[in-house]
């Protein structure tokens, strides 16, 4: 199983980007998936998660800015960032809990991609 992101860059302050997240491999199922980020030399934080049903929820940081959402069909996460500011320069990991045919549930983790935003 591999957990792929892809869309940071780099952006002005005020600019938007979206972030996607893909798990491959052999999956029979995904339950909830989540946002990490972490800014240089600072601990990993949670950002946005989301269950398979798409249910929600929002770091205080970035609630009103940032959606969160999936598509179960492509085993696809994304993160639409708006309002960027500079304070969200970080790498940003996706995270997520797969059941792999028989062999159980376990938590992968992406690659990560960073993402800069200038003032």
């Known amino acids: 199983v591999q957990l792929v992101e892809s869309g940071g860059g780099l952006v002005q302050t005020g600019g938007s980007l979206t972030l996607s997240c893909t798990a491959s491999?052999?999956?029979?199922?995904?339950?909830?998936m989540e946002w990490y980020r972490q800014p240089p030399g600072k601990e990993r934080d949670l950002v946005a998660s989301?269950?398979?049903?798409?249910?929600?929820n929002y770091a205080d940081s970035v609630k009103g800015r940032f959606t969160i959402s999936r598509d179960n069909a492509k085993n696809t996460m994304y993160l639409q960032m708006n309002s960027l500011k500079p304070e969200d320069t970080a790498v940003y990991y996706c995270?997520?809990?797969?059941?792999?045919?028989?062999?159980?549930?376990?938590?992968?983790w992406g690659q990560g991609t960073q993402v800069t935003v200038s003032s």
């Open positions: 989301i269950t398979r049903g798409g249910i929600t």
């Open positions: 995270n997520a809990r797969i059941l792999r045919y028989g062999l159980g549930w376990s938590d992968y």
């Open positions: 491999g052999s999956i029979s199922s995904i339950n909830g």
